[in-house]
């Protein structure tokens, strides 16, 4: 939970749960967790000093071969060249095919043509199709309105995180789907 809304849930009047939102009774604390981590032993990454979970705070902070491990973490990701956002299409943000506005999300470009432009009849191109790998920049829609509703209703970002998350091969925007899928069954034959 971010900090404003966990201690909307903590509220003194009336402390509740942050997922349920049942009534909290005072004074309950997770015992058995606390002696978890009074328990657990782990080693401390900088110096390779044991101690329990419930010392690692206050050892991290004192320790200055852990605050140089943190430190070069940090150095070896900022030291990564970033890749060049000019080789990558925007596929966030889109302008609208009939007027000068921009910066629209799929929906809100969708929400937008359908209040403003549903009766234009003039042929554009998608720039949510045109920003894919396989979309066509010169392609003109014969009906936008119908495109969009029938292409669009959904973010294909949300698919692909969703496709990512039950097989990371998804992740790739470039990647051939037949490849993908029969990647997929192999793996599934494998884990069996």
Known sequence: FCTPCLQE?????????????????PGSR?????????????TCNGCNKKMYL??????AASCSKYQNYIMEGVKAVTK??????RNFPNRFTFPCPYCSEKNFDQEGLVEHCKALHSMD??????????????GDPNYRSANFMEHLQRRHRFSYDT???VKAFLCPLFQDY?????????QVLMRSLRDK
């Open 159 to 161: 698919f692909v995180v």
């Open 174 to 182: 470039d990647a051939d789907e037949d490849d993908i899928m029969a």
């Open 9 to 25: 849930c903590l509220k003194p009047k009336k402390p509740v749960c942050g997922v349920c939102r049942s009534t909290l009774s």
């Open 54 to 59: 419930s010392k690692m705070r206050s050892h």
């Open 80 to 85: 990564e060249p970033l890749h060049n956002t």
């Open 121 to 134: 009849a003039k042929q554009v191109v998608c720039p949510i199709c045109a920003s894919m790998p396989w």
């Open 30 to 42: 997770a015992l058995d967790l606390e002696k978890q981590i009074e328990t657990t032993e782990t």
